[in-house]
């Protein structure tokens, strides 16, 4: 294991920030993709749903 | 009937299939993401040179990759779709853009964030770094131009041919290291060569590119599944999708 502490592991012997931001924005990044790709999906399909309730009717 | 049934198969069929693939994908995101990161913060040791910094590589390299390949993929389904007419040649095209972009996005950031301390700049206009940038102007003209044109049929030719121009600057930016002098190190794995790295940090390079690549599967079947049912929200099988009260029909 490389690391004595959870101070030191977060330090990432000086590092820290350029790592750290690198990991904390591709996660966020991700996460954030990942939500409106499923919004999209689900806004869709509502939209659908609306376009074909009252439908057979004049 | 049967024409119609043939006509809308492949894409109902590829909802369905996509739909009952994307939970493994996610999984496999999650267990090599995981594995990953243990390997490459707990067993990788602290390289000799550059510290602990070189540790943004495990995701630095695998977004890289996935931006020129996402893009290599979109050009070959906007192609295949030009050519042939197939309806969800360019819906894949349109749903890989936003991740292809993405990836740029982070190789770039996290170039950014990795060039600091080891070059003492954040950014140069060296040949690696401006033909990265050209390629997330690339996916950026082929949304902009896919979505600004409303019919989806030239919507898709016109996205092609973008798409298919801008190919190009894949391989100029896969050698751009070896045909220009530049601030960018050469390839950490090379197809002809011993990889130059130690096997502990190329284990969490390649563990993270499986992650990388799982989500991109993910992500992309999702919005293609959106893109599907955008487009084909008046056919016969959209339309029963709706009216059945299952989990999956549910918004």
Redesign the interface.
């Known amino acids: 294991?490389?690391w004595q502490s959870l101070d030191q592991?977060l330090h990432?012997?000086?590092?820290g920030l350029?790592?750290w931001?690198?990991?904390g924005?591709?996660l966020a990044?991700?996460l954030a993709?990942?939500l409106s790709?499923?919004r999209?999906?689900?806004?869709?399909?509502?939209?659908?749903?609306d376009?074909?309730t009252g439908e057979g009717q004049p | 009937m049967a024409t119609r049934l043939t006509t809308f198969a492949a894409p109902s069929r590829f909802y369905a299939a996509a739909g009952a693939a994307v939970p493994w994908c996610w999984a496999i995101t999650a267990l090599f993401g995981l594995a990953g990161l243990w390997v490459g913060f707990g067993i990788a040791p602290t390289d000799f040179q550059q510290g602990d910094a070189y540790r943004i590589i495990f995701i630095h390299v695998p977004a890289a990759w996935m931006s020129m390949l996402i893009y290599l993929v979109m050009a070959f389904w906007a192609a295949l779709g030009w050519m042939l007419n197939t309806r969800m040649s360019a819906m894949y095209a349109r749903a890989l853009a936003p991740t292809g972009a993405l990836m740029t996005v982070i190789a770039l950031w996290t170039g950014a964030l990795w060039g600091k301390p080891t070059w003492g700049t954040w950014w140069v206009w060296d040949a690696r770094l401006t033909s990265e940038f050209i390629l997330l102007l690339m996916y950026g003209g082929y949304i902009a131009l896919t979505e600004a044109i409303d019919d989806p049929r030239r919507a898709a030719n016109a996205g092609a041919l973008l798409a298919l121009v801008g190919a190009v600057n894949v391989p100029v930016i896969y050698f751009s290291v070896r045909w220009w002098n530049t601030l960018h190190q050469g390839s950490s794995i090379s197809m002809t060569a011993a990889p130059k790295m130690a096997s502990t940090m190329l284990t969490a390079m390649l563990l993270m590119t499986v992650c990388f690549w799982a989500y991109s599967f993910a992500v992309v079947f999702t919005r293609a599944r959106a893109i599907v049912l955008e487009q084909e929200s008046d056919t016969d099988w959209v339309r029963a999708l709706t009216r059945t009260p299952t989990s999956e029909g549910r918004p």
């Open positions: 294991m490389n592991f990432m012997g000086g590092y350029y790592v931001g690198s990991y924005a591709t990044l991700m993709e990942a790709a499923q999209r999906r689900r806004l869709a399909l509502a939209a659908a749903r376009a074909h």
